[in-house]
C-alpha cells in the first residue's frame, strides 16, 4: 500500500467530516481550516488528518512517503469545469483582428470564430488532435487542476464530433485525472447547413446523438444558447433529446444577450447553466428554484470585454456559484484556474474563501464528482494542491500573475 503524509502544513484549507454536496448563499464564506496540520492519504486516497499539536505519529514507516509543509498551504485541487480543449491549432489572428476593432460577432459572421476552429479541426488526424490536447491537459494539471470537463462542438459534423470525443476519451483512459465528456454538436450552424438550421437539428438528433450513445462518448449533452446559434426552443429540443440516452444538460447561457437560456436549462433540469453576463433578476429567481449549478467562466468575460454576469448578486440572493476557465482558443486561451480566481476576486468581488468554494467544491458539484474530490475529506481523492510559502491563502488569488503552485499530488502521488 502507498502511503503519504503530509505535516507541518501552514493551514489545511476546506476541511470537513462530513462535506456538504456544494455551498450556496452565505456559506459560501465558510471556509473551515485547520493551521499547522496534518494529512496522511493511504493508496491515493485521503484517510486522516488534524492539528499537529495532535499528531498521533508514524507506526509503520513502510512504503511511506513523506512531505514537509513547513510554510505551505495545502487545498484541495481545482475542478474546471467548462473546458473545450481538444482543439486544432489557435487563433490569435482573430486575437488581433479584434484588438484593431472587430468585435466576437463579426469575426463569427464572416466565418472566423468557432466555425474557424471547426475548418482546423477536420483538417487535423485523430492522432495529432490528442496529442496538442494532450499537452493541455499536462498544462492545467500542472497549474493545479485535478479534474476537468471537455467538450466537444468544433466538429460539426459526425465524423469530427466523434473524433473529437474520441479523444476525450483517450485522455480518459490515461488516467491522470477525472475527465467528463460533454457533447456540444449545438456549438454553431456548421458552413455546409448555413440556411438550413432544421438540417443541421436533425444530424445533431438523428445521427450524431445515437453514435455517440452507441460508442458511449458523453456524460453531457451541452447547447450555445445564443442569438445566431440556437434558440431556447432549440435548446430544449436537444436537451430532451439528449436525456433520452442519459445525458445531463449544461448550456452556455446568456453570454452575448439574453437568450432565454437558463429558462431552458432549468426547465430541463440541466446540472450546469454557463456565462450569465446578460442574467437578469428573473433568471436569479428561476435558478433559485431549481438544482442548477451557476457558473461563471470569468476568462471570457475578460478576453472578450463583456459585461461581467453579476456573480455578487446571484451569491447575495443565496445561489451557489462556480467558476471555471472555458479554456478554449476564440473566447478564453487560457486554463489557470489560479487566475480564475483571481478575476473572481478583483472584478466579481467574491472573497477569497467564497473564490475558493467556487473553483473547487461548487465546480465538483458540476461534474457530479462532489463525492470524489473539492474538499479534504476522508475517503475522497489525494487530488491536492500545495502551495509555495505564502502568508495565507488569500495571497493566491492577490498574487494574480505568479505562480504559486510548488506541487500538484494526483491520488497521493506528486505530479509536478
Ligand atoms: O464558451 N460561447 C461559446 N463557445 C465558447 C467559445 C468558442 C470559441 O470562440 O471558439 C465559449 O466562450
Ligand atoms: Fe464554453
Not at 81 to 103: K, P, W
Request: aromatic letters at 8%; glycine letters at 8%.
Amino acid at each position: 500500500m502507498q502511503k503519504l503524509l503530509l505535516k507541518n502544513i501552514k493551514t489545511l484549507v476546506s476541511v470537513y467530516e462530513n462535506a456538504p454536496e456544494k455551498v450556496s448563499g452565505k456559506e459560501m464564506k465558510n471556509l473551515p481550516c485547520i493551521d499547522n496540520a496534518w494529512l496522511a492519504c493511504d493508496d491515493g486516497i485521503i484517510s486522516d488528518f488534524g492539528s499537529m499539536d495532535e499528531f498521533p505519529g508514524i507506526t509503520d514507516w513502510k512504503d511511506l512517503e513523506v512531505i514537509d509543509c513547513n510554510g505551505k498551504i495545502v487545498m484541495p485541487g481545482f475542478v474546471d469545469s467548462h473546458t473545450h480543449i481538444v482543439y486544432a491549432g489557435n487563433r490569435e489572428q482573430e486575437f488581433i483582428d479584434r484588438i484593431n476593432g472587430l468585435s466576437y460577432e463579426e469575426i463569427a459572421k464572416r466565418g472566423g470564430g468557432i466555425l474557424n476552429s471547426a475548418q482546423k479541426l477536420r483538417e487535423t488526424s485523430e492522432d495529432e488532435l490528442f496529442e496538442q490536447s494532450k499537452q493541455r491537459l499536462f498544462e492545467v494539471i500542472s497549474q493545479g487542476t485535478v479534474a476537468v470537463e471537455i467538450k466537444s462542438g468544433y466538429g460539426l459534423n459526425t465524423e469530427s464530433e466523434l473524433k473529437i470525443l474520441r479523444v476525450i476519451k483517450r485522455l480518459k483512459d490515461l488516467d491522470l485525472i477525472p475527465v467528463k465528456a460533454t457533447f456540444l454538436g449545438a456549438h454553431a450552424i456548421p458552413a455546409e447547413f448555413k440556411g438550413n438550421k432544421k438540417g443541421y437539428l436533425d444530424l445533431i438528433i438523428n445521427e450524431m446523438l445515437p453514435a455517440i450513445a452507441k460508442e458511449k462518448l458523453a456524460d453531457y449533452i451541452d447547447v450555445f444558447c445564443e442569438n445566431g446559434y440556437f434558440t431556447a426552443e432549440e435548446t430544449k429540443q436537444i436537451l430532451l433529446e439528449g436525456k433520452k440516452y442519459g445525458l445531463k444538460g449544461r448550456v452556455h447561457a446568456e453570454q452575448l444577450s439574453h437568450s432565454n437560456g437558463i429558462k431552458a436549462a432549468v426547465e430541463c433540469e440541466a446540472i450546469s447553466v454557463d456565462h450569465l453576463e446578460f442574467c437578469n433578476d428573473h433568471d436569479i429567481e428561476l435558478m433559485k428554484k431549481s438544482d442548477v449549478m451557476s457558473t461563471i467562466l470569468p476568462g471570457a468575460a475578460f478576453f472578450l470585454n463583456l459585461q461581467l454576469p453579476p456573480a455578487r448578486k446571484m451569491i447575495d440572493a443565496g445561489l451557489p456559484v462556480a467558476f471555471a476557465s472555458d479554456y478554449n482558443p476564440g473566447s478564453s486561451p487560457s486554463g489557470n484556474m489560479k487566475l480564475m480566481m483571481s478575476l473572481a476576486c478583483i472584478q466579481y468581488k467574491l472573497t477569497p474563501e467564497e473564490a475558493i468554494n467556487s473553483v473547487t467544491i461548487n465546480t465538483s458539484y458540476a461534474l457530479e464528482l462532489q463525492s470524489r474530490l473539492g474538499t479534504i475529506t476522508s475517503g475522497k481523492m489525494a487530488n491536492l494542491v500545495i502551495t509555495k510559502e505564502i502568508n495565507s491563502y488569500g495571497f493566491l488569488p492577490y498574487a494574480f500573475g505568479s505562480d504559486l503552485i510548488d506541487k500538484v499530488l494526483i491520488k497521493g502521488k506528486v505530479y509536478k
